[in-house]
């Protein structure tokens, strides 16, 4: 048979990446994640259930399908991360949390520069199946596994949520101010230089292509650096330029014409 | 005709550079890593810097090949973008459900979009 296995091309790119001067690194992020073939069935079961309970309309039953469905395509989302070689889930009485996904050969390596993740250590990442936003606590309580549980081994955590969490801006609004677990996460990312983000149903509903959960966890990233007050694009979006009307045209970059 | 600055891949050879060169003067000219190989002595890491190279540039279109078991030939081929083929998925050759990917192999091709001068 002709070609050469996934990992393996996945590393020459690699490799060609880095001896080609002023390569863009996101021209490797497509051969860094593929969504397993099963997330788009996993969505498309999933938003009806979403839009149910948003409309008040779920019943237990079926939220508790729901948020096992959640765990179970953080699963499948995160391990279509290139060398994942460790998948761990926990709960427990303590401290409780969903998936640890980590990895040690050179692809992994790479996927944790791209996300600024220090140390190339691990991704850690819990399912909120909730009505409302998360808040205050959570991010507290995972900032403290964080920090005390599983300071060596995890340099991000990832929290997989319907509704966003509380203070955040929801697309198409900027908030300047800082506001409930926004405070806290950026508290936990100054004391702990390891960023907690946060995807809701919509950024989710965009990580059944190549390459974007990558994206999507990096502007997320970034954001909390940046602090422009606007929500990360969504994966398929391009970057907005944020710029003053008057410092606009002086730009050589251009924003994204809207579609017609 | 495009230019592809020769500064970008610092470890190509001049003969390498001569040799690719040639390649990337025909619209429409498929190139994979095996024919730069062949044709221009280039190591596969040297051939993927090129190939991506003037995919970042916009001079070519940048695709995986898929390759099953069950054939020795291509089965498929998806946009560079959209990565690599997931599974499970149906083999449209031999129709079956693909569940491990190491049932899968890959190779890069390039189908230049205009006739590429090599600066």
């Not at chain 1, 497509?30 to 948003?54: E, F, N």
């Not at chain 1, 989710?204 to 694009?233: C, F, Q, S, W, Y």
Request: hydrophobic fraction near 40%; charged fraction near 25%.
């Amino acid at each position: 048979m002709s070609g050469i296995s996934k990992g393996d091309i996945a590393r020459t790119l690699l490799a060609g990446i880095l001896g080609l001067d002023g390569a863009k690194e996101a021209t490797l992020c497509p051969a860094l994640y593929t969504p397993d073939g099963r997330v788009g069935d996993y969505l498309a079961k999933m938003d009806p259930l979403v839009q149910l309970k948003r409309a008040g309309k779920l019943d237990s039953a079926q939220t508790q399908q729901l948020g096992y469905m959640l765990e179970e395509l953080a699963l499948l989302l995160f391990q279509g991360l290139e060398d994942v070689d460790v998948v761990k889930s926990y709960q427990s009485a303590g401290p409780q949390h969903d998936l640890l996904v980590s990895g040690s050969d050179s692809l992994w390596l790479c996927v944790c520069k791209l996300l600024r993740i220090e140390h190339f250590s691990g991704i850690l990442i819990e399912a909120k199946a909730w009505s409302e936003k998360i808040g205050d606590n959570e991010l507290q309580r995972l900032g403290s596994i964080l920090a005390h549980h599983l300071g060596q081994t995890v340099g991000l955590g990832v929290f997989l949520t319907l509704e966003g969490a509380s203070g955040f801006p929801a697309q198409g609004e900027q908030s300047l101010g800082l506001r409930h677990s926004r405070v806290t996460q950026l508290v936990i990312y100054h004391a702990l230089k390891k960023p907690i983000v946060v995807l809701d149903w919509e950024d989710i509903m965009g990580l059944n292509e190549a390459g974007a959960l990558i994206t999507v966890l990096r502007r997320k990233i970034d954001e909390i650096e940046h602090m422009t007050g606007l929500p990360p694009a969504l994966a398929g979006e391009p970057v907005e330029i944020l710029l003053p009307e008057r410092m606009r045209p002086l730009c050589s970059i251009k924003p994204p014409q809207p579609a017609p | 005709m495009s230019v592809f600055s020769r500064a970008r891949i610092p470890s190509i050879t001049d003969r390498e550079w001569d040799l690719a060169a040639g390649l990337f003067r025909q619209k429409g000219a498929a190139i994979g890593p095996a024919r730069l190989r062949i044709e221009a002595g280039l190591k596969r890491e040297v051939a993927c810097s090129l190939l991506l190279g003037i995919f970042e540039e916009g001079q070519a279109d940048l695709s995986f090949l898929v390759y099953h078991d069950c054939s020795e030939h291509p089965v498929n081929e998806r946009k560079y973008i959209d990565g690599f083929q997931p599974v499970p998925w149906r083999c449209p050759e031999c129709e079956q459900l693909v569940t491990n990917e190491n049932e899968l192999r890959y190779e890069l091709r390039a189908i230049l979009r205009a006739p590429i001068e090599f600066g």
